[in-house]
T-cell receptor, first 113, second 113 residues
Framework: DAGVTQSPTHLIKTRGQQVTLRCSPI?????VSWYQQVLGQGPQFIFQ???????GRGNFPDRFSARQFPNYSSELNVNALLLGDSALYLC????????????FGPGTRLLVL | DAKTTQPPSMDCAEGRAANLPCNHS???????VYWYRQIHSQGPQYIIH???NNETNEMASLIITEDRKSSTLILPHATLRDTAVYYC??????????????FGQGTTLQVKP
């Protein structure tokens, strides 16, 4: 069975640009969460979506937004990119909302110049 | 959520048991202990979780002290592929909660030949 997939794997943007990252969860999983991991730190929670609704949001500015589609795939959008947005963006899927056995994708590495 | 404390780094010889400690002295009765690991440049991987009884699966064993203020993750026969950052996470599980994972700095385990 396919695991969590993310695209693209790498991305280079310049300050002020906008970026969209994509995630496909494991088949049957209805929850998708997004995390940001800056070099040398543990992942930081950004959003959780369950059944197409936002169910949790971390301490990130409004420049970060996300959505979940009817097929449970998800997109993370970041507007007005800053140098500090350079990070590994991880997507995780789980069967249920309050499920901590989450399955992570390989991540998208974003570099903002 | 209870705070966790882990040593920043540990070494282990290949083939020997790796014992990774975690302190969670403020844990409450309904909080579970979860362990994840992150191999370099990959997404985190779920290992094991427990409430108060010791747990074992194909990857590892989890030993939780009787007072639940600390736990130890045991990799019985460490291999070079177990070199990773190991995260101990404590969280309430159940309805009304999201699947938000709060990662600390973790322990970097270096398995040496």
């Amino acid at each position: 069975d396919a695991g969590v997939t993310q695209s693209p794997t790498h991305l280079i943007k310049t300050r002020g640009q906008q970026v969209t990252l994509r995630c496909s969860p494991i088949s049957g999983h209805k929850s998708v969460s997004w995390y940001q991991q800056v070099l040398g730190q543990g992942p930081q929670f950004i959003f959780q979506y369950y059944e197409k609704e936002e169910r949790g949001r971390g301490n990130f500015p409004d420049r970060f937004s996300a959505r979940q589609f009817p097929n449970y795939s998800s997109e993370l959008n970041v507007n007005a990119l800053l140098l500090g947005d350079s990070a590994l963006y991880l997507c995780a899927s789980s069967l249920l909302l309050a499920e901590w056995t989450q399955y992570f994708g390989p991540g998208t590495r974003l570099l903002v110049l | 959520d209870a705070k966790t404390t882990q040593p920043p780094s540990m070494d282990c010889a290949e083939g020997r048991a790796a014992n990774l400690p975690c302190n969670h002295s403020t844990i409450s009765g309904n909080e579970y202990v979860y362990w994840y690991r992150q191999i370099h440049s990959q997404g985190p991987q779920y290992i094991i979780h427990g409430l108060k009884n010791n747990e074992t699966n194909e990857m590892a064993s989890l030993i939780i002290t009787e007072d639940r203020k600390s736990s130890t993750l045991i990799l019985p026969h460490a291999t070079l592929r177990d070199t990773a950052v190991y995260y101990c996470i404590v969280r309430v599980r159940g309805s009304g909660n999201t699947g938000k994972l709060i990662f600390g700095q973790g322990t970097t385990l270096q398995v040496k030949p």
